[in-house]
């Protein structure tokens, strides 16, 4: 009997999608932690805070009374109902309830949404630095990703001018994070508006905003970009519980849409899965109903780790960061550190650079070229005081080292 090897047999499109670098970094740390080392892990996007105590408890009444069964595609109409309010109220937008699709967090509610409205060979725009999953995701959907960059100069944000010179004919989305993921970079609403009044006469594209960080702001609010004049009907907002509720694990995002785009995105959540988790769709109206004083506290807290990281990484020579306003990383460009050596060991990227600070200084970063920028690493401050502290000092021990 021929042997079968599967290997070779894969879809053209699994195979060209790589598994996302956070998730290769925090599974070295998870290895070398195994062998008994003592790592320091920068890595992860996610709260160290358990999710509030009042959500919980929501959950585990919403069990008892018998939410443990299949909810409705697009999600319970009394949470869709608690997220318009919530958008009207917070946002300014002007949703109805049956515009709101919930789904197993805002990475599929982005799925969702490049399957709704991406054809083989339509281009989607992408501001880099960008969330890594972007990519693979317009790859998956045949999508065309077309990768404008902006630097440590530009405060990381790629300006409208740049964004009209790459708008074509194929044009069909355009992906706006803010807060950003990984720079912390936050749009200002003037900065906003200049997009809106290049992509406005465009005959097709559409704008999805990812806005999972809105909580995570350090000065000034949050603008949502439908709220712009002229927007809504061209916008997709995307956010979530994830981040700001502290409630990764429970996974349930949304997506807010014109009434068709809607109606396109639960029809592909249909498709590839079904309705979000029925107690925790529960507990999401607890969250939006409580009291925001734990989400508070932990914006306050990250603001503090913010500076405590900042402050560490200026007292090493040569690395240069923007202040972030918002989520909780620091995007630090380490090009003065390229092209030098340890011992026999060369360190050309930002890649070799973040293997070699986990493997002989057991601090885990991320590497910028998973975010589209080849020099810089990413620091995550959604981590203790004490982390935050060692782990720079490993840094800084590392760096000196290289010659």
Request: glycine share 8%.
């Amino acid at each position: 009997m021929t042997e079968f090897d599967p290997s070779d047999k894969l879809s053209e499109r699994a195979s060209r999608v790589e598994e996302a670098i956070i998730i290769q970094m925090a599974q070295k740390a998870r290895d070398l932690r195994a062998n008994g080392l003592d790592v320091v892990s920068l890595t992860i996007g996610e709260p160290d805070f358990d999710t509030p105590r009042h959500i919980c408890q929501a959950a585990k009444r919403a069990m008892d009374e018998g939410f443990t069964h299949y909810a409705p595609i697009a999600g319970f109409p009394e949470l869709r109902s608690a997220l318009a309010k919530k958008l009207k109220d917070e946002n300014g937008l002007d949703y109805d309830a049956s515009e709101i699709v919930l789904s197993n967090g805002a990475k599929q509610s982005i799925t969702n949404a490049v399957f709704a409205l991406i054809d083989p060979g339509d281009e989607v725009i992408l501001l880099a630095p960008y969330w890594v999953a972007y990519e693979g995701i317009i790859e998956m959907a045949d999508g065309v990703p077309k990768v404008l960059h902006a630097g440590i100069e530009d405060d990381f944000k790629v300006p409208a001018s740049r964004i009209a010179e790459a708008l074509g004919e194929r044009t069909k989305l355009i992906i706006l994070n803010t807060p950003n993921n990984p720079t912390g970079a936050v749009y200002t609403r003037q900065e906003m508006q200049a997009i809106a009044d290049i992509l406005a006469p465009h005959p097709r594209a559409f704008l999805l905003c990812d806005e999972i960080y809105e909580y995570i702001l350090f000065e000034g609010t949050h603008t949502s970009f439908a709220a712009l004049p002229g927007m809504r009907q061209r916008t997709i907002t995307v956010n979530g519980f994830s981040k700001g509720f502290a409630m990764t694990g429970w996974r349930l995002g949304y997506a807010a849409a014109a009434a068709p785009v809607a109606r396109a995105i639960a029809k592909v959540q249909g498709t590839f899965t079904a309705g979000a988790n029925a107690f925790v769709q529960r507990a999401a109206i607890a969250a939006l109903a409580g009291d925001r004083g734990d989400v508070e506290q932990m914006r306050l807290s990250y603001m503090r780790r913010r500076d405590l990281m900042l402050n560490a990484l200026a007292t090493i020579p040569g690395i240069k960061v923007a202040e972030p306003k918002g989520a909780f990383y620091m995007f630090a460009d380490m090009g003065i550190y390229l092209g030098k050596t340890a011992g026999n060991r060369h360190i050309a990227t930002a890649a070799d650079l973040a293997d070699w600070l986990l493997e002989k200084h057991l601090v885990a970063t991320v590497p910028g070229s998973a975010f589209g920028n080849p020099n810089c690493i990413r620091l995550s401050f959604a981590a203790s005081d004490e982390d935050i502290k060692t782990g720079l000092n490993r840094m800084a021990a590392g760096l000196a080292e290289l010659e």
